[in-house]
């Protein structure tokens, strides 16, 4: 038959309404399976142990009295593993972190490094053997302490220059009728998914297929190829759920002992991570040390700005949190300086999380902002107004949309800022301190090549193929949106498959550009497959495919600064008594693009904002300096915002469709934590008078601050 396309001039478009998750009903009737779950013939499975010491060399494995307790199939460690390719660099640009590369010598760079994999018939006989395995160290000194003045630190910043400088500095500072000089602090945080991360590797047909929970199984793919100098052909991963990712879920020590015991035992070997060793395995934000200068004229126009902020990574690998760089978005001064500096401690390797740089580094800037704002005697939007760039302050490239403006404007109006007393301490109910405080939002803006295809069947109904990673985002549902508009027919007759590497290459779901290049390549997909259709061929039964490629589209892109933008709002009250901070609604006002799903949008920004607020209010892992690693590395120790922390939040956006993108899409992954956590702060020093310029704002904190004390002023 050839009845696909006969819903012609009728279709009413889709992309911008709402939509629950096609995979929904799936995931909370328990259908859905994850990495962990999908059953295997012959299973075997793997567990890890890690080092109980921060450095030093491994001198023996007891692994005799293991390798003889029921079930216990294999042990391996340094001595026995398979040889691994480590020189390359992957999807990303970036070079393999070692700590991947599992058991390739017998030093140990920090606690909890994997030494051995234990693999046993069943997961809890290799738990028990995996406990029970002594491992002998030759312990060395280890130093884990970040500090600003830290001997080792040296600038890097990834692909961007780590330090960027305009202008006299110190002269503009000198010249300016305002300064703000201060420093900020964030702490060690944790992306822990609720979901761990799983994998299960097998040789099948020559084939190596591993079911895992990933972020992207064409970045997988390569890294797996590359670690085991296989063809990318001959390997397939698959990553079809995942219960969150947050930039935590790429390749890691799991997949590849996995792989190694698989090909050792050649049967298929599922490794999982508990939580505790998801702390020092699946990579976490480094703590940062920041130094805000600001100087302004009398009006508030920044003259001078200076952002350095300081992380630390691990000995092995070279990641940096890159807080200082949203300074080279935001504001523009004549004397304009920026630097990231890194330091390389005995920790374990530190990654992208939410909003990696931007998230630490807009608390550090936009808290100035507001100090700049009480200095000034000017409202903290209206200075933010005031200091609207006109291009990239450091690229010196147009902005291709900035409607940072529009979002305070409209934010203002909704949370009803006008009628704000710019004072501090004028606000209270009952024994609490009120207080609002505002921050700006950016995050990167862009498209990564990747391929899609399109089948029209003879029933009528289609299929979209796409290696995309649905991490919880609604990035299937909102593919099917995009594919059912190119398609001019229902969503329902369109079917998503997604997370399987055989669909062809596609970008990760990570920089919050996931959505937007999946949409590039299915609309050129769906578009092409309903042109065809409209010749009026007959649809064979296999259907007729279409596969879009959109390298060339995304590489025609000339250069410009390209970002979403939003504007964070946020109300607290504090108890002077106890020191408790309690948020008491938030709003936050975003340009992000078209928004193509505006339920499971909305449920992105405010996912964002609560943890915004987890981060200015609980969340701090704490390293212990005697042992090197982590107290308390589990959901009860590393408190995170609850149900209970969470009061309204209001989560909207402007009009803001791209021109540039075929949907008109920018992305809205990671920007919902930007400013966030800088919003509630500066409510915070609102409601009390006090600045707090290390996070997270604890009761014992707010407390000991000094400044104002006792009740409110009469
Ligand atoms: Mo995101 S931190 O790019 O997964």
Same mark, same amino acid.
């Given at each position: 038959?050839?009845?696909?396309?006969?819903?012609?001039?009728?279709?009413? #478009?889709?992309?911008?309404?709402?939509?629950?998750?096609?995979?929904?009903?799936?995931?909370?009737?328990?259908?859905?399976?994850?990495?962990?779950?999908?059953? @295997?013939?012959?299973?075997?499975?793997?567990?890890?142990? &890690?080092?109980?010491?921060?450095?030093?060399?491994?001198?023996?494995?007891?692994?005799?009295?293991?390798?003889?307790?029921?079930?216990?199939?294999?042990?391996?460690?340094?001595?026995?593993?398979?040889?691994?390719?480590?020189?390359?660099?992957?999807?990303? /640009?970036?070079?393999?972190?070692?700590?991947?590369?599992?058991?390739?010598?017998?030093?140990?760079?920090?606690?909890?490094?994997?030494? !051995?994999?234990?693999?046993?018939?069943?997961?809890?006989?290799?738990?028990?053997?995996?406990?029970?395995?002594?491992?002998?160290?030759?312990?060395?000194?280890?130093?884990?302490?970040?500090?600003?003045?830290?001997?080792?630190?040296?600038?890097?910043?990834?692909?961007?220059?780590?330090?960027?400088?305009?202008?006299?500095?110190?002269?503009?500072?000198?010249?300016? +009728?305002?300064?703000?000089?201060?420093?900020?602090?964030?702490?060690?945080?944790?992306?822990?998914?609720?979901? #761990?991360?799983?994998?299960? +590797?097998?040789?099948?047909?020559?084939?190596?297929?591993?079911?895992?929970?990933?972020?992207?199984?064409?970045?997988?793919?390569?890294?797996?190829? *590359?670690?085991? %100098?296989?063809?990318?052909?001959?390997?397939?991963?698959?990553?079809?759920?995942?219960? /969150?990712?947050?930039?935590?879920?790429?390749?890691?020590?799991?997949?590849?002992?996995?792989?190694? !015991?698989?090909?050792?035992?050649?049967?298929?070997?599922?490794?999982?991570?508990?939580?505790?060793?998801? @702390?020092?395995?699946?990579?976490?934000?480094?703590?940062?040390?920041?130094?805000?200068?600001?100087?302004?004229?009398?009006?508030?126009?920044?003259?001078?700005?200076?952002?350095?902020?300081?992380?630390?990574?691990?000995?092995?690998?070279? @990641?940096?949190?890159?807080?200082? +760089?949203?300074?080279?978005?935001?504001?523009? !001064?004549?004397?304009?300086?920026?630097?990231?500096?890194?330091?390389?401690?005995?920790?374990?390797?530190?990654?992208?999380?939410?909003?990696?740089?931007?998230? #630490?580094? %807009?608390?550090? &800037?936009?808290?100035?902002?507001?100090?700049?704002?009480?200095?000034?005697?000017?409202?903290?939007?209206?200075?933010?107004?005031?200091?609207?760039?006109?291009?990239?302050?450091?690229?010196?490239?147009? @902005?291709?949309?900035?409607?940072?403006?529009?979002?305070?404007?409209?934010?203002?109006?909704?949370?009803?800022?006008?009628?704000?007393?710019?004072?501090?301490?004028?606000?209270?109910?009952?024994?609490?301190?009120?207080?609002?405080?505002?921050?700006?939002?950016?995050?990167?803006?862009?498209?990564?090549?990747?391929?899609?295809?399109?089948?029209?069947?003879?029933?009528?109904?289609?299929?979209?193929?796409?290696?995309?990673?649905?991490?919880?985002?609604?990035?299937?549902? !909102?593919?099917?949106?995009?594919?059912?508009?190119?398609?001019?027919?229902?969503?329902?007759?369109?079917?998503?498959?997604?997370?399987?590497?055989?669909?062809?290459?596609?970008?990760?779901?990570?920089?919050?550009?996931?959505?937007?290049?999946?949409?590039?390549?299915?609309?050129?997909?769906?578009?092409?497959?309903?042109?065809?259709?409209? &010749?009026?061929?007959?649809?064979?039964?296999?259907?007729?495919?279409?596969?879009?490629?959109?390298?060339?589209?995304?590489?025609?892109?000339?250069?410009?600064?390209?970002?979403?933008?939003?504007?964070?709002?946020?109300?607290?009250?504090?108890?002077?008594?106890?020191?408790?901070?309690?948020?008491?609604?938030?709003?936050?006002?975003?340009?992000?693009?078209?928004?193509?799903?505006?339920?499971?949008?909305? *449920?992105?920004?405010?996912?964002?904002?609560?943890?915004?607020?987890?981060?200015?209010?609980?969340?701090?892992?704490?390293?212990?300096?005697?042992?090197?690693?982590?107290?308390?590395?589990?959901?009860?120790?590393?408190?995170?915002?609850?149900?209970?922390?969470?009061?309204?939040?209001?989560?909207?956006?402007?009009?803001?469709?791209?021109?540039?993108?075929?949907?008109?899409?920018?992305?809205?992954?990671?920007?919902?934590?930007?400013?966030?956590?800088?919003?509630?702060?500066?409510?915070?020093?609102?409601?009390?008078?006090?600045?707090?310029?290390?996070?997270?704002?604890?009761?014992?904190?707010?407390?000991?601050?000094?400044?104002?004390?006792?009740?409110?002023?009469?």
């Amino acid at each position: 038959m050839t009845a696909a396309t006969t819903e012609t001039a009728a279709h009413a #478009p889709v992309v911008g309404t709402g939509h629950t998750r096609i995979e929904g009903r799936d995931k909370v009737t328990g259908a859905a399976r994850y990495a962990a779950e999908v059953p @295997f013939a012959g299973l075997a499975h793997g567990w890890l142990v &890690l080092s109980t010491v921060a450095r030093g060399r491994i001198r023996a494995l007891d692994t005799d009295r293991v390798l003889a307790m029921p079930g216990v199939l294999a042990v391996l460690d340094h001595r026995n593993a398979l040889r691994l390719t480590t020189d390359y660099t992957g999807l990303l /640009g970036t070079r393999p972190d070692p700590t991947c590369a599992v058991f390739q010598h017998d030093r140990v760079p920090h606690l909890g490094w994997p030494v !051995a994999l234990v693999v046993a018939e069943t997961s809890e006989q290799a738990r028990e053997a995996a406990e029970a395995l002594v491992v002998h160290y030759e312990q060395e000194p280890h130093d884990i302490e970040l500090t600003a003045e830290h001997p080792g630190a040296y600038p890097v910043d990834g692909h961007m220059p780590a330090v960027t400088g305009k202008g006299d500095l110190e002269a503009g500072l000198a010249a300016s +009728a305002v300064v703000v000089d201060a420093e900020y602090t964030t702490p060690e945080e944790h992306h822990n998914p609720m979901e #761990p991360h799983a994998a299960t +590797a097998r040789w099948d047909g020559g084939r190596l297929e591993v079911i895992d929970s990933n972020q992207g199984v064409t970045w997988v793919v390569g890294e797996l190829a *590359n670690l085991f %100098s296989l063809d990318p052909a001959a390997v397939r991963v698959r990553s079809e759920h995942v219960g /969150g990712g947050f930039g935590s879920k790429g390749v890691r020590a799991h997949q590849v002992a996995a792989v190694m !015991a698989a090909t050792l035992l050649q049967r298929p070997v599922r490794v999982v991570l508990t939580r505790r060793q998801m @702390f020092s395995l699946a990579g976490y934000r480094s703590p940062t040390t920041q130094r805000v200068r600001l100087g302004a004229g009398p009006d508030g126009r920044l003259v001078a700005l200076e952002h350095r902020s300081i992380s630390l990574t691990s000995t092995v690998h070279e @990641f940096v949190e890159p807080s200082a +760089a949203v300074a080279r978005v935001m504001y523009d !001064a004549d004397a304009h300086h920026t630097a990231n500096r890194v330091v390389r401690l005995d920790v374990p390797t530190p990654t992208w999380m939410r909003a990696p740089g931007e998230a #630490p580094g %807009s608390f550090a &800037l936009e808290a100035a902002l507001d100090e700049l704002a009480e200095k000034c005697g000017i409202d903290p939007v209206e200075l933010r107004l005031r200091n609207e760039p006109e291009r990239g302050p450091v690229s010196g490239l147009p @902005f291709a949309g900035r409607n940072l403006a529009a979002c305070f404007r409209e934010g203002a109006r909704r949370f009803g800022w006008a009628d704000r007393d710019r004072r501090p301490r004028q606000r209270r109910d009952g024994r609490w301190l009120l207080g609002t405080g505002t921050a700006a939002a950016s995050f990167p803006s862009g498209a990564a090549p990747s391929t899609a295809t399109a089948t029209a069947h003879p029933d009528g109904t289609f299929t979209v193929r796409i290696s995309a990673a649905d991490i919880g985002t609604g990035a299937r549902t !909102a593919l099917g949106l995009v594919a059912a508009d190119a398609l001019q027919v229902p969503p329902d007759r369109i079917r998503v498959r997604i997370g399987d590497s055989d669909f062809g290459p596609a970008m990760i779901a990570g920089g919050s550009m996931g959505t937007r290049s999946w949409s590039w390549a299915v609309k050129a997909a769906a578009g092409e497959l309903r042109e065809r259709l409209a &010749l009026g061929a007959d649809i064979p039964p296999e259907g007729v495919t279409v596969r879009s490629d959109t390298t060339e589209a995304i590489g025609s892109l000339a250069p410009a600064e390209r970002h979403s933008f939003g504007a964070q709002f946020a109300e607290v009250a504090v108890d002077p008594a106890t020191g408790e901070v309690r948020v008491r609604r938030m709003l936050g006002i975003f340009a992000a693009g078209r928004i193509v799903n505006p339920l499971t949008a909305r *449920n992105q920004f405010r996912g964002g904002m609560i943890w915004g607020i987890s981060m200015a209010l609980h969340e701090e892992a704490v390293r212990d300096r005697a042992s090197g690693g982590p107290v308390g590395a589990d959901l009860a120790g590393y408190h995170v915002a609850t149900h209970a922390d969470v009061p309204h939040i209001e989560a909207d956006w402007i009009d803001d469709t791209d021109p540039e993108d075929p949907v008109g899409i920018k992305g809205i992954g990671e920007i919902g934590i930007v400013g966030a956590a800088a919003a509630v702060a500066n409510a915070v020093w609102h409601a009390t008078g006090v600045r707090h310029r290390s996070l997270p704002i604890r009761p014992d904190r707010v407390l000991s601050a000094p400044g104002p004390a006792g009740a409110p002023d009469a």
